[in-house]
């Protein structure tokens, strides 16, 4: 049975609801034989494909269970901005049902190992059978919170997610933790929904209902300033595809130097997320589970 908490904050309530609803996405998966042709995705203006499995290549979805594409919830790839290394460590914010920590664990071979994070059981369930079925050896899948990362300090060469950190009620102290992980010299590397800078917090949640990542999405100053505030330089947010109106699916990269300390993170405001999820039958858009 999931775990629920009992909210006392609106913050807490949105975590109430993020963990909800992707444990429903997880049973949904766990709970039934999984065919490929099953897969699903949410649909932008132009009517591509802007979440879910059909942004990752053939080759990619080839090679790994099909429980793990059908949970492909996200708006990118990171695996494939990333440019893993043999013998690196890398962790996955919010790994889901482990798609792009078992892509990792293929990019960095068995020198290096690849480490996902979910706040979730029923997706940490299913991201370790997904991992056990293709005989990954070199991944742990950690449950806990992206904003209190249950990893020392300067332990990962490398930081992604998909999709993500928009769920996030304190992004700011999400970007500190990806600070405080990574080695001197390590770096970020991770897809997520960006509003367009004339966008207000408010109508960014007006246009919530299309899917549940878009209402806590950070605008591009926001994300820049969130970046250099927690330390971080070579800043780029790189949109890749449009989402919905003034909304697009970005790259985020960013490089830890080597003088970094904590002293290095200083305060800044961003806005919490304001996020009305899909249930699991929505079918506003086109893939309707398929959506994040």
Not at 160 to 165: A, K, Q, W
């Amino acid at each position: 049975m999931t775990d629920t908490l009992q909210p006392t904050t609106a913050d807490e309530a949105i975590v109430d609801q993020v963990r909800a609803h992707y444990a429903d996405a997880a049973r949904a998966i766990l709970d039934r034989p999984t065919d490929p042709s099953d897969a699903t995705a949410c649909c932008g203006p132009s009517g591509d494909a802007v979440f879910g499995e059909a942004l990752y290549d053939e080759f990619d979805r080839a090679v790994l269970p099909d429980a793990a594409v059908l949970a492909s919830l996200g708006c990118g790839n990171p695996t494939a901005v990333a440019e893993l290394r043999d013998g690196e460590i890398v962790l996955d914010l919010g790994s889901g049902g482990g798609i792009d920590v078992l892509l990792s664990a293929r990019r960095v071979g068995p020198t290096g190992f690849a480490y996902g994070l979910d706040m979730t059981d029923e997706m940490l369930t299913l991201a370790r059978r997904n991992a056990a079925e293709v005989g990954a050896t070199n991944v742990e899948f950690r449950k806990g919170r992206i904003e209190a990362i249950p990893l020392p300090d300067a332990s990962v060469d490398v930081v992604i997610s998909n999709c993500v950190i928009n769920l996030s009620t304190d992004k700011a102290l999400v970007l500190a933790e990806i600070a405080r992980v990574l080695r001197p010299g390590g770096r970020m590397g991770v897809s997520d929904v960006v509003a367009d800078d004339v966008l207000s917090p408010a109508e960014r949640a007006s246009r919530g209902s299309f899917a549940g990542c878009i209402a806590g999405a950070l605008s591009f100053a926001e994300y820049r300033a969130g970046l250099e505030a927690a330390g971080l330089v070579d800043i780029a947010v790189t949109p890749t595809h449009d989402v919905g109106d003034g909304l697009h699916g970005a790259i985020i990269r960013a490089t830890k130097p080597a003088a970094w300390t904590a002293d290095s993170v200083h305060p800044v405001s961003l806005p919490a997320a304001v996020i009305g999820l899909p249930t699991l039958a929505d079918t506003s858009c086109c893939g309707g589970s398929g959506c994040c």
